[in-house]
């Protein structure tokens, strides 16, 4: 199969299912809470995200850039034929269906590796102290960790399109928490994340397909919307992220010659339902409370 095959009859697949969630709406505040401050907490509630500079160490990012390069250069020989998606020991990795022409190794053609956070340094992460008590006042006490994904924005790459992360999780409540760490700095050069704040508190929209010849498998965009309000985050390395899963949010193209790395977590309150079938990207893991046990 062809790249240009694989390409259409993904894309079809995808789109025939995602707008299923349109029209769903989710609560918009918390309003006791433990352990954020009450400016994290307002900034949730208005905007949809809260932003903590300096959560992890750069030596830490490091780590978990080289990590992955590694998982990617075990999982596929840069010679095979071309393939969207790989798998290798659990974990999946997602080519960039427009990868640069200036590539020397295989993550220079990669676009997202999944099913990181069931071991390693990546498993260490989600149990921090410090994090889960932050999603337990959004939450609750009893918290999965549902999905991970090392995000490779390669010099040349595309950004994602306007979306709502809650458009791809059929789940029976909401909300879920998306976890963003920065393994690099982001600017607007590079393809940093762009918001738009307050944007958690409608309801879920279409998603049309990203008509964008080549674009990555899973790209869908939100086009019934006035987006002047958008905000560019412009983190350092070790910032981290926490956004409602009905945020809207994009990211630029990168224009630069550096490439711009990032690994996201998403959590749900356990018990959640996924639906019939779960996407082949989640892996279910107690991290707190009664599903520990």
């Known amino acids: 199969m062809t790249r240009e095959d694989q390409d259409k009859s993904s894309k079809e697949e995808f789109i025939s299912r995602i707008n299923k969630q349109k029209g769903r ?19 949730w509630n208005e905007k949809g995200f809260i932003l903590i500079p300096n959560f992890y160490p750069e030596d830490k990012c490091v780590e978990v850039n080289q990590k992955v390069v590694a998982i990617v250069r075990s999982m596929v020989n840069s010679s095979e034929e071309f393939n969207h998606a790989y798998i290798d020991q659990g ?29 390693g340094i990546f498993n260490e992460f989600i149990k921090r102290e410090d994090l889960l008590n932050m999603l337990e006042d959004i939450l609750g006490e009893n ?6 994904q090392f995000i490779f924005k390669n010099p040349g790459a595309w950004g994602q399109p306007w979306h709502q992360d809650s458009s791809y999780f059929p789940f029976d409540r909401a909300p879920q928490v998306g976890v963003w760490l920065a393994t690099s700095p982001a600017t607007k050069k590079n393809g940093c994340l762009v918001v738009l704040p307050g944007s958690h508190r409608e309801p879920i929209h279409e998603h049309l397909p990203d008509d964008r010849p080549g ?12 987006f002047k309000k958008q ?28 490439r711009r790395t990032a690994m996201v977590y998403h959590f749900a309150e356990t018990g959640t339902s996924f639906g019939e079938l779960d996407s082949p990207t989640n892996q279910w893991i107690s991290v707190r409370g009664k599903g520990l046990s």
């Open 91 to 119: 974990h999946i990795g997602m080519r960039e269906m427009k990868p640069s022409k200036k590539t020397e190794n295989i993550e220079d053609e990669m676009s997202k590796v999944f099913r990181l956070h069931h071991q």
């Open 215 to 226: 674009s990555n498998y899973g790209y869908t965009e939100i086009k019934d919307h006035d």
């Open 143 to 148: 918290i999965d960790c549902f999905l991970s």
């Open 25 to 43: 709406t989710s609560a918009q505040s918390i309003e006791e809470t433990q352990y954020l401050s009450q400016t994290q907490k307002k900034s």
């Open 231 to 258: 905000m560019p985050l412009l983190l350092q390395t070790g910032d981290l992220l926490l956004f409602h899963s009905f945020l809207m949010h994009k990211s630029y193209d990168n224009k630069s010659n550096n």
